[in-house]
């Protein structure tokens, strides 16, 4: 099954800072979603990026896909300590079945107060 | 509200002793699914439902039976569970198309 793979697999910055995160495919897709865990929880939706759609937003997230680099990145501008958490891509290809909504390791985000 | 419920939430159990995680979602979504997480390992769907009384196998289903009488429901069995089952378990519901996921507070199971 197709899953994405984060990096890196942890990132510490400090608060205020802007965070990057990447994702990498590895066949087609129809959308990239993103997703975020806090520690012990279940994961939360965060955005979702459509195969013909090279840039979205929503609020302090930004998000880009390259299609022909099967690549995707996480932007959080102006982080804050309530962003710690662990940040996870699921690219989706819709003839694949369940493929697509398995996941990979993560990226962990440590916001430094 | 939209949610997805798992119970329990903390389970502590002892090797071979059955145990069944519920999982209740109330979005009439079609799609469902289970998976556990471990420490360096990420998330791993263990069974998927496409719907009622259809279901298959994830990444990791050895020692886990799924059933799916109704839409709404979608309990994890572990008929004999062993302490390699000792994990944090998410139940997730599905909108299609999409997709996207919803998923349960999570149980924690530890198997002695």
């Known amino acids: 099954s197709q899953q994405g793979e984060e990096d890196p697999q942890a990132l510490s910055i400090q608060e205020g800072e802007n965070a990057t995160m990447n994702c990498s495919y590895k066949?087609?897709?129809?959308?990239l979603q993103w997703y975020r865990q806090n520690s012990g929880r279940g994961l939360v939706h965060l955005i979702l990026?459509?195969?013909?759609?090279r840039e979205k937003h929503s609020g302090r997230l930004r998000v880009t896909l390259d299609t022909s680099k099967k690549s995707s990145s996480l932007l959080i501008t102006a982080s804050r300590a309530a962003d710690t958490a662990s940040y996870f891509c699921?690219?989706?290809?819709?003839?694949?079945?369940?493929?697509?909504?398995?996941f990979g390791k993560g990226t962990h985000l440590i916001i430094q107060p | 509200e939209a949610q997805v419920t798992q119970n329990p939430r903390y389970l502590i159990t002892v090797t071979g002793k059955k145990l069944t995680v519920t999982c209740s979602q109330n979005?009439?979504?079609?799609?469902m699914s289970w998976y556990r997480q471990d420490p360096g390992l990420g998330l791993r769907q263990i069974y998927y439902?496409?719907?009622?009384?259809?279901?298959d196998k994830g990444d990791v289903p050895e020692g886990y039976k799924v059933s799916r009488k109704e839409k709404r429901n979608f309990p994890l069995i572990l008929e004999s569970p062993s302490p390699n089952q000792t994990s944090l378990y998410f139940c997730?519901?599905?909108?299609?198309?999409?997709?996207?996921?919803?998923f349960g507070p999570g149980t924690r199971l530890t198997v002695l």
């Open positions: 066949t087609s897709i129809n959308n």
């Open positions: 990026i459509r195969s013909n759609e």
């Open positions: 439902s496409m719907n009622v009384e259809v279901t």
């Open positions: 997730a519901s599905v909108s299609l198309p999409g997709p996207t996921q919803y």
């Open positions: 979005m009439n979504h079609e799609y």
């Open positions: 699921a690219p989706y290809n819709s003839g694949g079945g369940a493929d697509g909504l398995t």
